[in-house]
């Protein structure tokens, strides 16, 4: 059984589809050694069972002639184009892959030119069912909620898989606490200062990171903002808007996600703006460090944070989050939720699945 896992913009693009890729492949080699697995990326550089394609980025200069839409695309479509021979050179039984358009590639691909390998659509978009029921064999679903959607849209159980993202809780622990200092030093924030953190792109649409920056404005107390992630076109308008509400108490920082740990222990309630998630891996990223988190009252959230102390209110509303931040703040009680979070999402727990749904594709 030999498996491929894809990842079109692993090496250049700060996110969760390209970690949990990285994170995936560095399970296998941990826990399971014997499992023949190769990480096709993007980006970045080619090593030990990992292989760079060359193929358009978005920010390409023929991508950008073409507009960011355009452009994306074509950076989805010539990934499959180049990977599609290794695919069949290599005698690949599965594709594991998150990008819906470059698995489309594949599909159409294999259809026109042949091969034997299945593909296997984890949806972490999350892309509707409607966009993934025809152009995939099988489909990995990271909640229940989005397994219940898949089932009522008409999907066969028999091509559904229900397993979350997992997380490495050796290096997401509250160990990262230790950087504290180190980390709020080379940020330039005080030491006993309060910090908000979310990971997210740093976008308005989706992330609502601007809805954020308004909840913390007119705090009863000094209240500083880090905000991690990919920088978009937003980001430069977000900056200022930042700096109008929150002056000089904001940082925006774009870190590889193996430095993002620090930043978890670094900070003192994490939150997430946004009102839907295909699956949030940085809110079990920051339960898994102990950090309080706050989440909008939505399904997803609700599935993750089961059984622990994370606070969902309605995101929505204005003054909500500010109010829950104020409960936080005052508040005595312990909100670890680590232990939960380790037990359902860890990378021990949920490789012998990910083994599992890897060998019944295969048999197909």
């Not at 989805?76 to 892959?97: M, Q, T």
């Not at 229940?144 to 066969?156: L, V």
């Not at 940082?251 to 996600?257: A, G, I, L, Q």
Request: aromatic fraction near 10%; hydrophobic fraction near 40%; include cysteine.
């Amino acid at each position: 059984m030999k498996i491929a896992i894809a990842s079109t913009g692993l090496g250049r693009i700060l996110r969760g589809f390209e970690s949990f890729a990285e994170s995936l492949f560095q399970a296998f080699r941990r826990y399971a050694p014997d499992t023949d697995v190769m990480l096709f990326q993007g980006g970045g550089k080619s090593g030990e069972h990992r292989r760079v394609i060359s193929n358009f980025h978005r920010s390409d200069r023929p991508a950008r002639w073409m507009g960011y839409d355009k452009g994306n695309l074509l950076e989805k479509r010539s990934f499959a184009i180049a990977l599609y021979p290794l695919l069949r050179k290599g005698e690949f039984d599965i594709v594991h892959y998150n990008e819906l358009v470059m698995g489309s590639g594949l599909f159409h691909l294999r259809r026109l030119l042949g091969g034997d390998f299945k593909l296997l659509y984890c949806n972490g978009a999350p892309s509707p069912p409607v966009h993934y029921h025809h152009r995939c064999d099988y489909a990995q679903v990271l909640t229940g909620p989005a397994f219940e959607e898949a089932q009522s849209f008409g999907i066969s159980r028999n091509r559904l898989f229900q397993i979350p993202y997992g997380i490495d809780a050796e290096v997401f622990s509250p160990e990262s606490k230790r950087a504290r200092s180190k980390i709020r030093k080379q940020l330039n924030i005080p030491l006993d200062a309060k910090v908000i953190l979310t990971v997210a792109a740093l976008k308005r649409e989706h992330k609502r990171l601007d809805c954020l920056i308004k909840e913390l404005d007119n705090f009863n107390r000094p209240i500083w903002l880090v905000a991690a992630g990919q920088r978009t076109d937003d980001t430069h308008v977000l900056e200022k808007m930042a700096e109008k509400h929150l002056p000089g108490r904001w940082r925006f920082v774009s870190w590889p996600h193996d430095k993002i740990a620090g930043l978890y222990g670094a900070a003192d309630i994490f939150v997430l703006t946004s009102l839907s998630e295909a699956f949030g891996l940085v809110t079990v990223e920051a339960m898994l460090t102990g950090l309080p988190v706050i989440l909008h009252n939505g399904p997803v959230f609700k599935w993750i944070t089961e059984g622990t102390n994370g606070v969902l209110i309605d995101m929505a509303i204005e003054g909500n989050l500010r109010d829950a931040l104020e409960r936080l703040f005052s508040s005595t009680e312990n909100f670890n939720s680590r232990e939960i979070s380790a037990e359902r999402f860890s990378w021990p727990t949920l490789i012998p699945e990910y083994v599992r749904m890897y060998e019944q594709v295969a048999r197909a």
